[in-house]
Each structure stands twice: as C-alpha cells, then as structure tokens.
C-alpha cells in the first residue's frame, strides 16, 4: 500500500488491501516449491513495549546502524520495490511539514520548526508483525519478512482513533534464514493467535495441496507421529493409534466443574460413545518471538498448537474449547 496520506489507519488495511489486488512478491514466491504443502499469511498487531523494541529500532535507525524504508504493506507491489531512507524522510512522510510560518512585530515571515513529538514506551509500542505461515516436511514454521512499528493517531480535539505506520524495518528476504549464533537473541513476547480451520474463510492462503487446510496438511505427520499429541486436560501423550480411538466420537458431552458455593466455573469435555471423527473447528498458535540485534531480523518459533472444538454451553450455543496440544519437535 502506497503511503502517500499522513494519516493510514491499520483498521482501514483490509479495504486497502482490496484496493491493491494481492499479487506474488519477492517475499512469498517460496510457495512455489514443492516441498511447501500449504501456506498463508497470518500478520497481526502486538505489543512489545516491554521488550522496547519499537524504540531499540527507532534509536538503531537514527543512529544509522540499520536500515529502514517507508512503510510497506504485504502482498503490493511497494513490497517489490523496498527503498531505504533516512529517518527526516519517515518524519516528513508521517508528520506532513514540520515547518510553522508565523509573522514577527515587523511583519516578517519567520519559519519557526515544529518539534518531533517525544516516543516512549506508552505511546510507541505496538508494531505490525507481517508473518507467513508455511508447511515444510510436516513442519510448521514461521517467517517474518519484514517489521512495520506504529504509532497512535489522535484527533485535533485530543481523541484517539487508531494507530498508523510509522517505518518497515528488520527485512529478511530469505525465508528460511536461520537466527545468527553470534548473537544473542532478545526475546520479546509469547504470543497465542487463533486460526479459523475453514478454508473457504482464509483470504490470506497463498498455498494448498489438494484444496487442503492447515490441520488436514499436518494430519498425516502426527499419525505418523512426527508431531506430538497431547489431551490439554490430563496432559496424557497419545500414540498414533490411541489418538485415532480418542477421536472416534460423535460428539462432546461437557460436564460442569463446580465451585464450593455451587456455581459452574467452568465445563470438562468428555467423549459419548459413537462413531466418527471429532470436527475440529480452529486453532491457537501459540509462538516466542526473538529480535536478533545482528542480523536485524525478527524471528518466531513455535512452540504447540491447540485443537479447539465446539462446546454446547447452557444457552444450547457453542464455544469452543481447546482439548489436544501437538508439539513440534
């Protein structure tokens, strides 16, 4: 997305993403390979204030030690044509003219330069992370082209209404690069992301074998146990064949947990008997995310990913529920 305007919304990206029809870039042309079965972008916002790494990245980039463009959106074409700046350059394109004319006693123009609003910890803190998800020899993995800091946008009246980008840094074209040994790693955060399990709802699939979705690719790995399976509530490892018998239900019956006064906490899933396979209907991904300050690059590792399926609750709704864990080695 071209950021011509001072002010670009994250709330208004997916309109603009419809505006820029999502095409083929540099940074995920890996999908081509055939080793890739599936693969998707799963960018979000966090927050990584503790870890101060918007700041650490603002302080590098004033000090020249990395390097930094406008910001870039993914799946356009300015992801293909990445053009480094300096940081006057990402003030001006952020806060319009910094320059104020006003008129002395004597009428003379004088042009008077409006201050840099001062960034800390509380207002500069949460930054995009553009991610792609990919299926590689059974393995999940994560890549992170790219880091796009943000900054909050207040109305002339004082009125908060939304964040917008400030810079792209932390670039990694290559997709399967690998966290210097050299250097130590920051870490930044865990972070736990739900992903919907229906295909037709993900916009942001670039690759699938067969029309397949992420938990229909890696199946055949955890039943040949290349991936670990765990029952969240005993935390019990299921074996291949155990976990097909674990799953040969119809349906969930949840049963109440109560507390010493008698109201329900919460409920337990347990399996009535039936045939068929539980239909899992998302997932949470849950990831550690490093900065490696040498390679200025941002990494994640993931560590498991947790099954949900629907719980009727008292209403006759549904909620869903987390009841395996897989574990990659």
């Keep these: 997305m071209t950021k011509k305007l001072t002010i670009i919304l994250l709330f208004t990206s997916q309109f603009s993403l419809a505006q820029n029809k999502p095409q083929p870039t540099l940074f995920d042309k890996f999908v081509k390979n055939s080793k890739i079965e599936w693969a998707a972008y799963a960018s979000d916002t966090f927050n990584f204030s503790t870890a101060g790494l918007n700041l650490l990245l603002l302080k590098r ?4 030690e990395i390097k930094a463009s406008l910001p870039v959106e993914s799946r356009t074409i300015n992801a293909d044509q990445i053009k480094y700046t300096v940081l006057d350059s990402i003030h001006n394109a952020f806060y319009g003219n910094d320059t104020d004319p006003l008129m002395d006693s004597l ?16 207002n500069f803190k949460l930054t995009e992370l553009t991610q792609i998800l990919y299926v590689e020899k ?3 993995k994560s890549y992170i082209p790219f880091v796009t800091p943000t900054l909050p946008v207040f109305t ?6 939304g964040e917008s980008f400030y810079f792209t840094s932390c670039y990694n074209f290559k997709y399967n690069s690998k966290a210097s040994k050299e250097s130590k790693l920051i870490f930044l955060k865990q972070t736990k992301k739900m992903i919907r399990l229906d295909p037709t709802e993900n916009t942001d699939q670039l690759k699938s074998m067969y029309g397949k979705n992420l938990l229909e690719t890696i199946w055949p790995y955890i039943e040949q146990n290349k991936i670990e399976a765990f029952v969240i509530d005993s935390n019990t490892k299921l074996t291949p064949g155990e976990l097909n018998n674990y799953l040969s239900a119809d349906q969930w019956q949840p049963i109440p947990i109560y507390d010493s006064v008698g109201n329900i ?6 399996r009535s008997s039936g045939s068929g396979t539980v239909k899992f209907t998302e997932a949470a991904l849950l990831q550690d995310w490093y900065y490696d300050a040498k390679k200025n690059k941002v990494f994640s590792y993931i560590t498991e990913l947790l099954l949900y399926v629907n719980k009727p609750d008292q209403k006759e709704n549904k909620e869903p529920v987390a009841v395996l864990r897989l574990v990659f080695k």
């Design 138 to 140: 059974g393995l999940l």
């Design 156 to 161: 002339s009246s004082g009125m908060y209404i």
């Design 265 to 270: 906490t919460k409920f337990s899933l347990v």
């Design 61 to 64: 980039f004033g000090k020249k």
């Design 107 to 122: 009428g003379n123009v004088v042009i008077k330069k409006i201050p840099i609003p001062q960034k800390d910890s509380s």
